[in-house]
């Protein structure tokens, strides 16, 4: 399942982490590129292999963060 959120104006991907290498090729080899086609800026789609709650929770606590939706 893919988990997504919004970040300003980017989206934030939350990948697998049992396979971080093969679950980083969509986002690199294809959905930057298809981006970059359209015109949007570089760094506009993050994405990450991280524990979700240790994530979002340093997210929240952060000053500067301000929302967050998922």
Same mark, same amino acid.
């Given at each position: 399942?893919?988990? !997504? =959120? ?6 934030v991907?939350? /990948? &697998?982490r049992?396979?971080?290498?093969? %679950? #980083?090729? +969509? ?6 590129? !298809? =981006? ?5 800026p570089?760094?506009v /789609? &993050? ?5 979700? %709650? #240790?994530? +979002? ?7 500067l ?6």
């Amino acid at each position: 399942m893919l988990k !997504a =959120l919004i970040a300003g104006n980017c989206p934030v991907v939350r /990948l &697998s982490r049992q396979a971080p290498l093969a %679950a #980083m090729y +969509l986002p690199q080899r294809v959905a930057a590129p !298809a =981006l970059a086609d359209v015109g949007a800026p570089g760094g506009v /789609l &993050s994405a990450l292999c991280a524990d979700p %709650a #240790m994530t +979002l929770e340093s997210w929240l606590t952060s000053p500067l963060v301000d929302d967050i939706f998922s």
